[in-house]
């Protein structure tokens, strides 16, 4: 038999069972409450500010749908539906539901009908973010069309060589015949 029989030993002291499972159960229990004010709570909290932000919404509020699409919204048709106006004339039905986040809203008129040109931090942030984004993507795109055009490059002096090569060939092959004929003229 490879194992022997193990008993277990009571806790020193005369502990009750009952204070011995608490201390067994004492980190899980923590790990719970850690876990529900880090992570859960946080959550639950973002969710009703997104909730109570899409009742709000309104005309002219940018948004970013589930699918990524960055948008402005041009009117409000229901509970359930908003008309998205996603590039110059291009507008769009979109479900509340699929609305992940509201970047900006647009300020009260001012004072002669001109709207106030304020913008808070988080939406200067994102828009920053957007820019970049925008500007690496493209940076990118020229970095792989060079790539591509250097690769062509490459390859058509490769597909040259190999022409010339069996050119070379072709030339060699034909004077080592002559000078067999010629030889053997002789």
């Known amino acids: 038999m490879l194992f022997s029989t193990a008993f277990a030993q009571t806790a020193a002291g ?6 011995a499972q608490l201390v067994q159960f004492a980190p899980l229990i923590m790990i719970a409450a850690v ?4 992570l859960i709570r946080p959550q639950q909290q973002r ?6 932000a899409l009742a709000a919404l309104r005309r002219g509020d940018k948004i970013v749908t589930a699918g990524g699409i ?9 509970d359930d539906e908003v008309e998205a106006e996603i590039a110059p004339g291009v507008k769009a039905r979109v479900l509340r539901s699929t609305i992940t986040t509201i ?4 300020e009260p008129a001012g004072k002669g009908g001109k709207p106030a040109e304020t913008k808070d931090t988080a939406t200067r942030a994102i828009e920053g973010g957007i820019s970049e984004i925008d500007a690496d993507a493209e940076a990118n795109t ?6 591509r055009r250097a690769k062509a490059a490459a390859k058509a002096t ?5 022409e010339a090569e069996a050119t070379a060939d072709q030339v060699t092959e034909t004077k080592t015949t002559e000078t067999k004929s010629t030889d053997s003229a002789k």
């Not at 969710?47 to 109570?52: E, G, I, P, S």
């Not at 020229?142 to 790539?147: G, L, P, Q, R, V």
């Not at 490769?158 to 190999?162: I, N, P, S």
């Open 158 to 162: 490769e597909t040259k060589a190999a």
């Open 142 to 147: 020229d970095t792989a069309a060079k790539k």
């Open 47 to 52: 969710a009703k500010q997104l909730k109570t």
């Open 14 to 19: 005369g502990g009750s069972d009952f204070q």
């Open 70 to 78: 960055i948008a402005s919204v041009s009117r409000v048709i229901n």
């Open 103 to 106: 970047l900006s809203k647009p």
């Open 35 to 38: 876990f529900y004010f880090l």
